[in-house]
């Protein structure tokens, strides 16, 4: 797929923001509203895990292009439509410079054509997306396909920062694109820690913690000493809530007023959980999220209680 053909798919982050919303009167509260996270589709990981040769792309990914249909149909038959729906990173499985990546890239976008078009799509950066180490050129070359890794955008009042959580992870090879994301994010913090927003939410594809902010350093959150770092710059600012991926697992936990939330797979499942999408609903003084499988979500929607909530 061409990038002009990818262009047409969703609506892209450029100039760190998404056009999808770009009209000043996103910065007004208008009442609540609800939208939808993703994580993990990961193309080719269900073949790869069930080898046991993770470190390969996997060859085959029929099952991910099947489940991920199913949650575009699901998120389509949804009234009202949410806000948006955000994939929370590793789009694909195949990390940069191994075999299948073009063409699991290609099946994913083809689909994610079929995502109603008046519900945008917002794209966060993983690890499989642009290494493990990221480099100049795999960040560009993510941005060449998928938009801005890092930017932000404003919905009815609430204002969400999309982060790069590979920079926190180890930028050791592109220091001066961390240096920049983390100028970006200093500003960005200012403008919610000043207030002029009703809330402010985090999207990012590492988690902070899994369960708690002192737990143990592990490959499926950052390590201590970045974790507490951030999540004390998100807490001063009021950021009321960061929304990852990446354990293939629902966990989560509390720091002070900051709501850690994890959601599992659309693709494969590394626990007990099933193939799933998390509902997020915004009120005027709360972020109330349920996650639903797949099957859940297309046979009976969204729960009565949450609908209430979008009526207040």
Not at 238 to 260: C, E, K, P, W
Not at 267 to 285: N, P, S, W, Y
């Amino acid at each position: 797929m061409s990038s002009a053909e990818a262009g047409d798919v969703f609506h892209r982050a450029r100039g760190r923001t998404l056009d999808a919303f770009s009209s000043e009167k996103e910065r007004e509260w208008k009442g609540p509203f609800y939208f939808i996270q993703g994580a993990d589709p990961q193309f080719g990981l269900m073949k790869a895990w069930s080898t046991g040769d993770c470190d390969n792309g996997g060859d085959e990914w029929e099952q991910e292009i099947r489940l991920t249909e199913k949650a575009v149909e699901a998120i389509n038959k949804l009234s009202p439509k949410p806000k948006f729906f955000v994939l929370c990173g590793d789009l694909i499985h195949a990390m940069p410079g191994t075999p299948w990546r073009k063409e699991q890239t290609k099946d994913l976008q083809q689909v994610l054509k079929a995502v109603d078009k008046d519900i945008p799509l917002v794209m966060v950066s993983g690890n499989h997306d642009l290494g493990n180490v990221p480099t100049a050129e795999t960040v560009k070359d993510f941005c060449q396909t998928w938009g801005d890794d890092y930017f932000s955008f404003w919905v009815g009042g609430v204002l969400f920062l999309v982060l790069n959580s590979q920079f926190f992870y180890d930028a050791s090879k592109c220091p001066a694109l961390k240096q920049a994301q983390d100028h970006w994010l200093d500003q960005q913090l200012s403008t919610a820690g000043q207030q002029r927003c009703r809330h402010a939410i985090v999207f990012q594809h590492i988690p902070l913690f899994l369960q708690n902010i002192d737990e143990d350093d592990d490959y499926f959150n950052l390590t201590k000493a970045v974790r507490k770092e951030l999540a004390d710059k998100f807490t001063r600012a009021g950021i009321r809530a960061v929304f990852s991926g990446h354990y293939h697992r629902n966990a989560g936990g509390t720091y002070q007023d900051l709501d850690m939330v994890v959601s599992s797979a659309i693709g494969c499942q590394l626990g007990k959980d099933t193939h799933g999408l998390r509902v997020v609903v915004i009120t005027a003084e709360k972020i109330v999220h349920r996650y639903y499988s797949l099957d859940e979500l297309s046979k009976r929607g969204i729960d009565d209680d949450l609908k209430e909530l979008m009526k207040e």
